[in-house]
């Protein structure tokens, strides 16, 4: 029984990533060619190369892109593996966040706001790779997003250290929204610190304005205490991606690797484990 629940999680997982997919190219292409694309328009998806309409069974998650081999049935040119990852990556995410927050405890609330999370942070992460930006229309809704739901939901604030700093308040949406703001401040600054005196060193931008949005997104939905968790996470994920370019011949690479991808997959690990990690730390 078990797995079939698993199955249908999946699935809607993947289904998330179909749109996902949607919304990355059309936000890369509008950054690219200065259109004027959305979510919404035009309504029916369409093969890049040739612009004709994909019919429902060839957009199918998955099966579609293997039944059709990797190409468009029309025009016979290649689709990126990037659609058939996506889905996957989606797929299994879902599948990953029912585990972290359903099995343990029932908890549905969480579970609900980490899928829409984490569905950002994937569609963040694939078009920062692909145009170096980090989109507004979901950072800056996300900040406002993220202290609304404090107000009423706290469970995603680091109980560690935020419960113990905001008990003064004395109501329970305000204690929330003090942590979320606090969050948003700590995490947006702090990282603008960073890429100011980073430019200021190395003559060059060494922070982009999506990356600081996007802690102070997080900041708002977690808090200021995992904020430092997910850079700290961020910059050990990126050090070690990065190492492999430092010592090849293409060093140059190493200035066209986004910060922003680091950030949304730490974002997510520390989401789900956030208070075991930072009590681990606070151990040590």
């Known amino acids: 029984m078990n797995y079939i629940l698993y199955f249908f999680i999946f699935t809607f997982g993947a289904l998330a990533g179909s749109f996902l997919n949607v919304y990355i190219y059309r936000v890369c292409k509008n950054e690219k060619e200065q259109t004027k694309e959305s979510i919404f328009f035009p309504k029916r998806s369409y093969c890049p190369a040739c612009n004709h309409q994909i019919a429902w069974y060839d957009n199918i998650p998955l099966i579609s892109y293997i039944l059709l081999r990797a ?17 996957l990556i989606a797929g299994l995410a879902s599948v990953g966040l ?44 996300g900040i406002i997003l993220g202290i609304i739901i404090s107000a009423f939901y706290f469970d995603f604030h680091n109980r560690v250290i935020s419960s113990g700093i905001f008990d ?18 700590v995490g947006g600054g702090f990282l603008y610190i960073i890429g100011f005196l980073g430019t200021r060193v190395f003559k060059k931008e060494a922070m982009g304005g999506g990356d600081v949005k996007l802690m102070a997104m997080m900041g708002a939905f977690l808090g200021f205490p995992s904020v430092f968790l997910i850079i700290f996470m961020a910059s050990l994920l990126g050090t070690v991606c990065v190492l492999p370019f430092v010592f090849s011949k293409k060093k140059d690479l190493r200035a066209h690797i986004p910060f922003g991808p680091f ?14 990690l930072l009590r681990y730390f606070l151990g040590l």
């Open 263 to 276: 950030l949304a997959i730490a974002s997510v690990i520390v989401m789900c484990f956030g208070e075991k």
């Open 168 to 185: 003064f308040a004395r109501f329970y949406f305000l204690k929330g929204i003090l942590a979320s703001l606090s969050g948003v401040l």
């Open 71 to 87: 190409k468009c049935r029309h025009c016979g040119e290649r689709i990126s593996f990037r659609y058939f990852f996506v889905e």
């Open 98 to 141: 029912y585990f972290c927050f359903m099995i343990p405890d029932k908890n549905y609330i969480g579970f609900i706001i980490a899928l829409v999370i984490s569905y950002c942070m994937i569609a963040i992460t694939f078009i920062d790779i692909k145009e170096m930006i980090i989109p507004d229309e979901i950072t800056l809704p």
